[in-house]
């Protein structure tokens, strides 16, 4: 499928789409999404979920892409996360629905763009943390006529968002089951900061301590006659003990889908490989080679999250090739004692150090199998 930019402008590498070892004739910097670990991962959670008897409700903010999320609905997802507003209303637009919005809407302009959503999306759940909150979305939501679903957000000791304490929370539900335009749906709970946690035992009683908590609230709260329907959290890097404490109804994973560098170093630091396959990679081009043990390619800190650290090296290169960032659009690749050299146009891809932003750079997907490249696919929550 080829797609063209804004502007107009048709992609440069849309006529690549089918020809036999495309993948290494891209323009680059060029966003490289490989299908088949794509699907691999996406069936594998999907399958353990199953297993265990949890649903999947995976986080947009990721991939921000319908046509992932089409692949994950597909696989058995029950709904989907979204971080923001706009990258609900773009999945909505693109027909996947029961979408949950993880963070608070709080000014009048998101929440009657929510009630507008609710509209197109009956499934659509909101979160808050804050009684205000709760009375203005119950007021905007009531002059319409509308009811919306909502779930409490328990702060897991991050300190971003969340109610802080079981008492707070308690009479926020309270309070919540008293407002007309509300429903009280249940708990959301996503301890974000154990997910690279270093050392299983370590990110393990992390997170039981955290379900623990989730757990003694959950239980007061159906003592109470307000039992949640919903609890909902985790992620990719605690999924298995998430989903095996019998405490969560549904988990908000999201990087599983893609990789990165930072996940992968979670697995690898407990001595064993990664239950999920790198699917995102950056390519890049040499285009200097004038210095004796490294060269120069064109993709720099505009082009990779630089929050997880630097790429690591996948291909084109030699296995201990390391990356340095060289500027905003230059990257130094030193290929190691020994190693050859490396020319000009030779393409690297590289594993990006963190996944979601990463995707944010980018507006578009160059989907391989292999080494052709088989399609490109917008990337059509970008920036919202």
Request: aromatic fraction near 4%; include cysteine; charge should be negative.
């Amino acid at each position: 499928m080829a797609i063209s930019r804004g502007d107009g402008m048709v992609r440069p590498n849309c006529a690549l789409v089918g020809s036999r070892n495309s993948r290494i004739h891209l323009d680059t910097p060029a966003l490289i999404l490989d299908l088949d670990a794509l699907e691999r991962n996406i069936e594998r959670m999907a399958e353990w979920a199953k297993k265990v008897g949890i649903g999947l409700r995976p986080h947009i903010k990721t991939h921000k892409c319908s046509q992932i999320g089409r692949l994950q609905l597909a696989a058995g997802a029950r709904g989907f996360c979204c971080a923001t507003i706009g990258e609900a209303e773009v999945m909505v637009s693109a027909g996947l629905s029961n979408i949950l919005i993880t963070s608070p809407l709080v000014t009048d302009a998101k929440i009657e763009r929510a009630l507008l959503l609710l509209a197109q999306d009956p499934g659509l759940c909101l979160v808050v943390d804050n009684r205000l909150n709760a009375d203005r979305i119950s007021e905007l939501a009531g002059r319409s006529g509308q009811t919306v679903d909502v779930l409490v957000d328990i702060d897991p000791g991050m300190h971003r968002t969340g109610v802080a304490d079981m008492r707070t929370a308690i009479e926020l539900v309270g309070w919540i089951v008293s407002l007309k335009a509300l429903r009280f749906g249940g708990l959301q709970c996503y301890a974000g900061h154990v997910q690279h946690m270093s050392g299983l035992d370590a990110r393990q009683e992390a997170t039981l301590s955290v379900l623990g908590s989730l757990r003694v609230l959950s239980e007061e709260l159906k003592a109470r006659g307000l039992e949640p329907a919903v609890v909902s959290g985790g992620g990719t890097g605690t999924h298995s003990i998430d989903g095996q404490a019998g405490v969560l109804t549904e988990l908000q994973v999201g990087s599983y889908a893609l990789m990165d560098a930072q996940y992968n170093q979670v697995w690898t630091a407990d001595g064993r490989p990664p239950p999920f396959e790198v699917a995102l990679f950056v390519q890049s081009s040499v285009i200097s080679n004038n210095h004796t043990g490294y060269a120069t390619c064109d993709a720099g800190l505009k082009h990779f999250a630089v929050d997880g650290g630097k790429p690591a090296v996948a291909r084109g290169a030699a296995p201990e090739a390391t990356y340095v960032y060289g500027g905003d659009c230059h990257g130094l690749v030193t290929g190691g004692p020994g190693a050859p050299a490396l020319e000009l146009g030779d393409r690297i891809e590289f594993v990006v150090p963190h996944c979601d932003p990463t995707v944010n750079l980018y507006d578009a997907y160059h989907c391989v199998r292999g080494d052709e490249l088989v399609d490109i696919w917008p990337i059509n929550a970008r920036g919202v």
